[in-house]
């Protein structure tokens, strides 16, 4: 139990595109998800978190206009990269939750790799 | 804020010897702390977690973990390493900000020797 899909796994567009990132908890109900972004051997860098019908909590230092969060159903989150560019070019990973205190483990997705020429 | 460090960047192991992955932790309050694993190109899988209760935890693919209080440490165990145990490991821990999200550690490579 506990699987999360994450969709595209790759990416490959032109600068200037906008992609969209669908994350899905497929067999529970994620009351939490939470938006990733890790660099080569790196730890992951915490974007965002959103709740399900409320507007997405950033991290400091990441653009909420550049990166927007939608969270409408309690299996889906999506993350849309707007007018992307080569410096967005990263892996991007969603995580799911079951509970809000936390005592639950976050659920991964397989990650989006991004590559913008 | 609550954190966790990973002292290693890379564990070397022979295959079927033990592994260890370190890790330290800071909170104030009770720990809830987490071991996750990252193959190449793949999400994080969760492998076992303390909340409460025994010290010893077991987790998934043979892994355990010894939460020690008075260490503040919570390292991960393996009696015999194989060599599809390599990877990378994060340790984490509930923070109790932002929706009680996770601190990560910096991620500890780890590679099997055949």
């Known amino acids: 139990g506990a699987v999360v899909s994450q969709h595209p796994s790759w990416v490959i567009c032109k600068s200037g595109t906008s992609v969209k990132i669908e994350c899905r908890s497929l067999?529970?109900?994620?009351?939490?998800m939470f938006w990733y972004r890790q660099f080569p051997k790196q730890s992951l860098m915490l974007m965002a978190t959103?709740?399900?019908?409320?507007?997405?909590?950033?991290e400091q230092g990441v653009e909420k206009d550049k990166f927007l969060i939608n969270h409408a159903s309690l299996t889906l989150s999506t993350l849309t990269v707007t007018s992307a560019h080569p410096e967005d070019s990263s892996f991007y990973i969603c995580?799911?939750?079951?509970?809000?205190?936390?005592?639950?483990?976050?659920?991964f997705g397989d990650g989006t790799r991004l590559s913008i020429l | 804020a609550q954190s966790v460090a990973q002292p290693e960047d890379q564990v070397n192991v022979a295959e079927g010897n033990p592994l260890t992955v370190k890790c330290t932790y800071s909170?104030?309050?009770?720990?809830?702390l987490f071991w996750y694993v990252q193959y190449p190109n793949r999400g994080l899988q969760f492998l076992l977690k303390?909340?409460?209760?025994?010290?010893l935890v077991k987790g998934s693919y043979g892994f355990e973990a010894e939460f020690n209080k008075s260490q503040t440490s919570f390292h991960l165990k393996k009696p015999s390493a194989l060599v599809s145990d390599s990877a990378l490991y994060f340790c984490?821990?509930?923070?109790?900000?932002?929706?009680?999200?996770?601190?990560f550690g910096k991620g500890n490579q780890v590679v099997v020797i055949p």
């Open positions: 909170v104030s309050g009770n720990p809830y």
């Open positions: 959103s709740n399900e019908g409320s507007k997405a909590t950033y």
């Open positions: 984490a821990v509930r923070d109790f900000y932002g929706n009680n999200r996770l601190a």
């Open positions: 995580s799911a939750r079951r509970d809000s205190s936390g005592n639950q483990p976050q659920h």
């Open positions: 067999d529970f109900q994620a009351t939490t």
């Open positions: 303390y909340i409460t209760g025994d010290n």
